[in-house]
């Protein structure tokens, strides 16, 4: 199985529009983070996690010339704002199979109604298949995945684990029945958003906690505000099996 990080930033990005801030002023190509997505590629398969409006600029950079599908985490616009950009696969493939909760369907219905719609549909508009996921296990091509439920504030995340890669975005709270699904994982990716407490995020402590007692193999930080600080310096004070994830970067088991 192979993971690309296809972006690592929060929901403004960095550098944020704008922003004087040194991270944001860094040339350091690690401290670039576009929003959060992953591709994970294993056999012939390909599959994105969430779907954000730098969609196209990361399938461009991965130069991804086939998905066999998109898996979202939830509705927020910095995971579900680029799925327009899908057109390319949807003409050379047909319709895309997407994943989600109920409720995340329903949303993406709301939002962008012409890609769901059956009668004088405009050719176009891309196409998708709707897949529910609930709470139990689904068949992504030959491999079972599991989805980790989790709470952002108030609103319900699904983080996912395939094999022994488990990946969780946008989470501050999640019980323990949930997080003992994730028991014995070669690679574990985690939200960490900042040293600062925030109210729908875990920062920086409460990320290592659940490592802690999780004890993955290895361990990511991903959805990384400018707020955390320079890559490289956060990298140093890391404990060893935890690393601060950056855009491009590949990981293989
Ligand atoms: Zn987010
Ligand atoms: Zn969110």
């Known amino acids: 199985m192979k993971v690309t990080f296809l972006g690592t930033g929060t929901s403004q990005g960095i550098p944020v529009i704008g922003s004087m801030h040194p991270v944001c002023l860094s040339s350091n190509p690690k401290d670039k983070r576009l929003r959060v997505s992953v591709l994970i590629e294993w056999d012939n398969y390909a599959y994105v996690i969430d779907c954000g409006p730098d969609f196209r600029q990361q399938m461009l950079r991965a130069e991804c010339h086939k998905i066999d599908g998109i898996i979202f985490t939830h509705e927020h616009a910095d995971h579900t704002a680029g799925i327009d950009d899908i057109r390319p696969y949807f003409f050379r493939q047909g319709d895309i199979p997407i994943y989600a909760h109920k409720r995340v369907l329903g949303e993406l219905e709301r939002r962008f109604d012409y890609i769901f719609e059956t009668e004088n549909k405009y050719p176009g508009a891309p196409g998708v298949i709707k897949n529910e996921v609930k709470n139990e296990s689904f068949k992504l091509g030959n491999l079972s995945v599991m989805p980790i439920s989790g709470m952002h504030y108030k609103l319900q995340v699904f983080g996912y684990r395939f094999g022994d ?50 004890q993955p193999k290895r361990a990511y930080l991903t959805h990384i505000s400018h707020l955390l600080g320079f890559h490289d310096e956060v990298q140093q004070k890391l404990p060893d099996n935890v690393y601060l994830a950056y855009d491009n970067l590949q990981i293989t088991l």
């Open 165 to 214: 890669f488990a990946y969780l975005t946008d989470m501050k709270t999640i019980e323990e029945h949930e997080l003992n699904k994730l028991q014995n994982l070669q690679v574990l990716v985690l939200n960490a958003l900042r040293e600062g407490e925030h109210i729908s995020h875990f920062n920086l402590n409460e990320a290592l906690e659940i490592i802690d007692w999780l």
